[in-house]
């Protein structure tokens, strides 16, 4: 077996004369020109040729149309069997027909003595994928982050590791782009707390290599430049692994163009580049694209319409679940024809158009109108998140139901809160599957309802 980090979570296994692709973002910009990668890919044509794509969910640096469609349309997609996907639709939209979904641990054979397992985690539809090949165990857990039954699961069934590759550095607005009425709401969220995660991870699986991964990007958009001092780089990841060693597992950094090889070993690519030195490159090569991006931006409008069609419609399906959420969201929105406060109250179930910010709220968000009309039209409010491209202002008590209710929506957008969807065999077997993590998730339910400060560190946390 052999593998390359080709960049980001993108990674290039060998084995029996087989090519495996697991997640190719490779080319451009993601989440309205906020993340670029540091540093660039590292990959030679034969990577658009692959004998099989694993894509381990749908966020777009894991599945992202544009660099899909660079490949060979005749390479056999593997994706994870969720309870609810879409992404066997969307692949064949982009030309691909030869497309597999694997159930919850299920051991797919890519050749003789070659398989991928995919382990399925996560409210918002994650997976782990696990290749193992010529005597060689590899544990891809990009961003994911399993609850306490799956990490039993996967040491049950994989108790000799060889390499373990998880992300590293935020990849959310949180704590950098909130702000706080009281102080005290909030929970402590640091790039130390990151490098512990990783380390906690390593603590769990015991590989022999713990690698750094899924976390090569920086943030080019002048809206998001301050996020680019909460990168959390592998320099700083070594400096706190030497203060507390793990006996039997190394820290291995493999930038992207590494490699290893049964055979031969590691082939380190050189350390990359400072990430102020690249993006000073980054704003020289792209500086056309971004002050085009730029002017579109600052024309573009969002209409109420479809803002307040997104939310009557996450209304009518969360019915059951919106009166017991204490939310109250008020957006700021300035656009060319003057600035309003949009309000969106998940107990009393109505968005109002207000010429004022009201008195009373739990956040206020300001939010780019162009970001925020592509995300209530295409259903990915959730990734303004991820991007970063939004400021949140949290009135006192208010961040845990706040969190909640971003839970809700995701769930909403993953289509998990239409009926049609999960009264299904589909859906019902895949829980069944799954059902220790679903108790997992249970317990934590009840401990946010009570507004446990400990579960909301949880779920940004490995274990």
Not at 280 to 294: Q, T, V
């Amino acid at each position: 077996m052999q593998f390359q980090i080709v960049g980001h979570a993108c990674l290039s296994v060998e084995a029996a004369g087989t090519r495996l692709v697991i997640d190719p973002w490779i080319q451009g910009p993601l989440y309205w020109g906020s993340w670029w990668h540091w540093p660039d890919p590292v990959f030679g044509p034969e990577l658009l040729e692959p004998d099989f794509i694993y894509l381990t969910h749908w966020h777009f640096d894991h599945f992202h149309a544009d660099s899909l469609r660079l490949f060979d349309k005749r390479a056999h997609v593997l994706v994870p069997r969720f309870p609810v996907s879409f992404l066997a639709s969307q692949l064949r939209a982009l030309g691909f027909n030869r497309i597999t979904e694997l159930r919850q641990a299920e051991r797919y054979e890519l050749a003789a003595g070659f398989t991928l397992t995919s382990y399925q985690v996560r409210h918002e539809d994650d997976s782990v994928a696990v290749v193992d090949a010529d005597g060689a165990c590899l544990v891809d857990l990009n961003d994911a982050k399993p609850m306490p039954s799956t990490w039993k699961l996967l040491r049950t069934r994989h108790p000799r590791v060889d390499f373990m590759l998880r992300s590293h550095s935020p990849a959310w607005s949180y704590p950098t782009f909130y702000s706080f009425e009281d102080r005290t709401d909030a929970i402590e969220l640091s790039g130390r707390s990151y490098v512990q995660s990783f380390i906690a991870a390593a603590r769990m699986l015991r590989p022999r290599h713990a690698v750094p991964f899924a976390s090569s990007v920086c943030h080019l958009h002048r809206d998001v430049r301050d996020a680019n001092a909460d990168i959390v780089t592998t320099g700083a990841i070594a400096a706190v692994w030497n203060e507390q060693p793990l006996g039997g597992t190394d820290l291995t950094i493999m930038p992207p163009g590494s490699r290893w090889s049964t055979d031969g070993g590691f082939e380190i690519a050189p350390v990359p580049e400072d990430p102020a030195v690249h993006l000073a490159r980054l704003d020289e090569r792209e500086h056309d694209r971004m002050a085009a991006l730029y002017r579109s931006e600052q024309g573009c409008e969002c209409s109420f319409d479809a803002f307040r069609s997104f939310f009557e419609d996450f209304f009518r399906r969360a019915r059951l679940f919106a009166p017991w959420l204490d939310v109250h969201w008020v957006f700021l929105v300035a656009q060319p024809g003057g600035t309003e406060f949009w309000s969106v109250d998940f107990r009393r179930r109505t968005v109002r158009r207000l010429n004022a910010e009201p008195a009373a709220y739990t956040s206020l968000i300001t939010v780019q109108p162009a970001v925020l009309d592509e995300a209530v039209r295409e259903k990915t409010f959730t990734n303004i998140d991820i991007s970063k491209r939004w400021r949140v202002h949290v009135r006192r008590g208010g961040f845990i139901t706040h969190q909640v209710a971003i839970i809700f929506v995701m769930l909403y957008e993953a289509g998990y809160l239409r009926l049609s969807n999960i009264l299904t065999r589909r859906c019902l077997s895949g829980a069944w599957r799954r059902r220790p993590e679903m108790l997992d998730y249970a317990k934590l339910g009840v401990r946010l309802l009570r507004r446990d400060r400990a579960a909301l560190a949880h779920i940004s946390d490995p274990v």
